[in-house]
């Protein structure tokens, strides 16, 4: 069985300056891929950011990058320069690629305020 | 191109009485979902099917009930309401599995009460 761990309720950060978001999993599989959502008070969910567990480099999108500690099984959001837009919840899931249901698992989110 | 679509975006019910939800995409996607969404809880999986005529069961499927009789269209049932089925329900859908790096596509959601 998966399981994702988003341990950070909330958060603060001051608009310009960098936040992490921690994602922690648990799996079996040796194939998976991670993904990283958007929830803002709008309620529509944005996929960000996508790693695969065979990626040798850490995705980047924009402001957005993933810290991949394949090892320690993290997949910590990085987001740059934080704008009062990104302020909203974030989830990070996770699927097994290979072999599997292929069905998503996803933490209970991470809710990001972001101060002026 | 609409995504996913989700009827009604709004509904009160009162205990007891059966409502179905509708989710429609035009992305030709195999996999679509359904999740609730409560307070502290993330997204949990309610059902969910990989292809036309097939479903299954997620997380949290009692008092849910569900059909994917075209590919297009996944009908999310509850044939009688409890206070507890209160929340936010979002239908998604994705390609195949295989299709690694592809995200699922979210509708918009439907807040839903039972009085």
């Known amino acids: 069985a998966q399981k994702i761990t988003q341990t950070q309720p909330g958060m603060f950060v001051q608009e310009k300056e960098a936040v992490t978001l921690d994602c922690t999993y648990d799996?079996?599989?040796?194939?998976?891929?991670l993904f990283w959502y958007k929830q803002p008070s709008s309620g529509e969910m944005i996929f960000l950011i996508y790693q695969g567990s065979y990626d040798e480099q850490n995705a980047t999108e924009g402001r957005y990058s993933l810290n991949f500690q394949k090892a320690r099984k993290s997949a910590n959001l990085v987001i740059s320069a934080s704008q009062l837009g990104d302020s909203a919840m974030y989830f990070c899931?996770?699927?097994?690629?290979?072999?599997?249901?292929?069905?998503?698992?996803f933490g209970r989110g991470t809710s990001l305020i972001v101060h002026p | 191109n609409a995504g996913v679509t989700q009827t009604p975006k709004f509904r009160v019910l009162k205990t007891g009485q059966s409502m179905t939800l509708l989710c429609a995409q035009d992305m030709n996607h195999e996999y679509m979902y359904w999740y609730r969404q409560d307070p502290g809880m993330g997204l949990r999986l309610i059902h969910y099917?990989?292809?036309?005529?097939?479903?299954a069961k997620g997380e949290v499927p009692d008092g849910y009930n569900v059909s994917r009789l075209k590919k297009q269209n996944f009908l999310l049932g509850l044939e009688s309401a409890a206070p507890s089925q209160t929340s936010v329900y979002f239908c998604?859908?994705?390609?195949?599995?295989?299709?690694?790096?592809?995200?699922?596509?979210f509708g918009d959601g439907t807040r839903l009460s039972i009085l």
């Open positions: 099917s990989v292809g036309e005529g097939t479903t």
């Open positions: 799996t079996s599989d040796q194939s998976y891929g």
């Open positions: 899931a996770m699927r097994p690629l290979k072999g599997g249901s292929y069905i998503p698992t």
């Open positions: 998604a859908s994705s390609h195949r599995g295989e299709a690694s790096n592809q995200p699922q596509h």
